[in-house]
């Protein structure tokens, strides 16, 4: 079974920066496409970027290139949403995902495996 765990959110002024992280329980993220989605207050749940290990490919929502970026450890133990230029926008739930073999990587319904979120907070 595969469950994950996000961490590092938290409050932080426009156009800061803050690091997520996401691990897997037993297991490493290698055979497992891996992506990170938010929810913002009223809002439904969107994508943000993925990566895909076996095309070396990464994906990123419009709102967010340029900004953003998923990245992991040399193990692939931990996957991290590095996220710079922040703005108010940016403020929502953000939630770790998986699954063993992803048909559309900016579908939330392509990933079987969640985090619980780990808030972040921008203030202007």
């Known amino acids: 079974q595969v469950q994950l765990v996000e961490s590092g959110g938290g409050l932080v002024q426009a156009g800061g920066s803050l690091r997520l992280s996401c691990s897997a329980s037993?297991?490493?993220?290698?055979?497992?496409?891996v992506g990170w989605f938010r929810q913002a207050p009223g809002k439904e749940r969107e994508f943000v970027a993925a990566?895909?290990?076996?095309?070396?490919?990464?994906y990123y929502s419009d709102s967010v290139k340029g900004r953003f970026t998923i990245s992991s450890d040399n193990a692939k133990t931990t996957v991290y949403l590095q996220m710079n230029s922040l703005k108010a926008e940016d403020t929502a739930v953000y939630y770790c995902a998986a699954s063993t073999w992803i048909v559309n990587w900016y579908s939330q319904g392509s990933y079987g495996y969640w985090g619980q979120g780990t808030q972040v907070t921008v203030s202007s």
């Open positions: 990566v895909n290990w076996r095309e070396s490919r990464v």
């Open positions: 037993g297991r490493t993220f290698e055979n497992l496409g």
